[in-house]
């Protein structure tokens, strides 16, 4: 529905039920960035692995 611009990868590691096949914990979201990159542009990944956040934080909280 949003697209995205509005997406991105949490990391409450601590509460979900599964994780994706070969991630064990918060250590390993490298290789899901790696999986990432060879099927979408940098751009993409770099939005849903970060910067939507960094984007919505600086637009309701100011800040630059």
């Known amino acids: 529905v949003m697209g995205e611009e509005g997406v991105g990868v949490g990391s409450d590691y601590d509460g979900m039920v599964a994780l994706p096949k070969g991630m064990r914990d918060v250590t390993d979201l490298p290789r899901l960035?790696?999986?990432l990159l060879r099927r979408h542009p940098e751009s993409w990944v770099e939005r849903v692995m970060?910067?939507?956040f960094r984007r919505y934080f600086r637009e309701t909280l100011g800040g630059g």
């Open 33 to 35: 960035t790696e999986a």
């Open 50 to 52: 970060g910067g939507n």
